[in-house]
């Protein structure tokens, strides 16, 4: 199995509400993909419980039986469409990709 596992950094916004909104928005479209991508096994996301943290905003882990199962969910139409929703409010990202 692999677990893949991103954070991301988003930029600032005007106001603690408006960066809520997105957060929640990206989290609900995230864990909606288990409902479309058939090899992804498994999906967690998590937002930091403090909205103006140094660190990282938003963590996604999910499960993939194999690397090639993995590069399938990348390049799947319905993840594409949240990675662009993404990368207009990211301005950081870190990954890690593992056996287990």
Same mark, same amino acid.
């Given at each position: 199995?692999?677990?893949?596992?991103?954070?991301?950094?988003?930029?600032?916004?005007?106001?603690?509400?408006?960066?809520?909104?997105?957060?929640?928005?990206?989290?609900?479209?995230?864990?909606?993909?288990?409902?479309?991508?058939?090899?992804?096994?498994?999906?967690?996301?998590?937002?930091?419980?403090?909205? *103006?943290?140094?660190?990282? *905003?938003?963590?996604?882990?999910?499960?993939?039986?194999?690397?090639? *199962?993995?590069?399938?969910?990348?390049?799947?139409?319905?993840?594409?469409?949240?990675?662009?929703?993404?990368?207009?409010?990211?301005?950081?990202?870190?990954?890690?990709?593992?056996?287990?």
């Amino acid at each position: 199995m692999i677990n893949h596992v991103v954070l991301f950094k988003l930029k600032e916004f005007e106001t603690p509400q408006e960066k809520h909104d997105i957060l929640a928005e990206i989290k609900s479209k995230l864990l909606n993909l288990s409902n479309l991508i058939e090899e992804l096994k498994f999906i967690e996301v998590g937002t930091h419980y403090s909205l *103006d943290a140094q660190s990282f *905003d938003l963590c996604l882990i999910s499960h993939f039986e194999s690397i090639d *199962d993995l590069e399938k969910y990348q390049v799947h139409p319905e993840h594409v469409k949240v990675g662009s929703l993404i990368k207009s409010v990211a301005i950081n990202r870190a990954a890690v990709d593992f056996e287990f």
